[in-house]
């Protein structure tokens, strides 16, 4: 029952999302496992094909991971590099979708965005995410960098 209360809660959750970016004026498409009540939310073999067919098509300028997790890692052996390579799109993530930004731009050169799932964009979309969607409509100036709590290692400096 309590995994049931957890699921329930996140689509809950993600609606609200999805509601908030509609109100900021963007559209919305999604795959056919997002709100699937299980974890994870299909096979990998699915998942993959669901993330191919966003690439494609035309539609799409970006895709935004719906929430972290633990499985998109199980997708990366099905996902055909050509279908990457050949549709570029901005892809933007936290958490577990690093296993795919990560790769797709140092391995393939694509720009993506790390930032916020679309689960996060709740109640308001965060400075990280307006500056995201920013960069998407094109303003890629930075006006102002974003704090950290953490102090870049010496091999950084």
Partial sequence: MH???VLERFIQKYKRSID?????????????SVRNETEP??????RAKEVEELLLDQDVDMMMAATGGDFLFDILP?????????NPKWIMGASDPTGLVYPITTKYDIATLYGENAVITTQHLLPICWRNL?????????????????EQPPFFR
């Fill in 134 to 150: 920013a960069i998407l409509k094109g303003d890629l100036v930075a006006t102002t960098q974003l704090s950290s709590r953490m």
């Fill in 41 to 46: 939310s299909n096979t990998s073999i699915i």
């Fill in 20 to 32: 908030n970016l509609h109100a900021y004026g963007y559209q919305t498409k999604e795959t056919a």
């Fill in 3 to 5: 995994q049931v209360q």
């Fill in 78 to 86: 099905h996902l055909n590099p050509s279908i990457i390579q050949e």
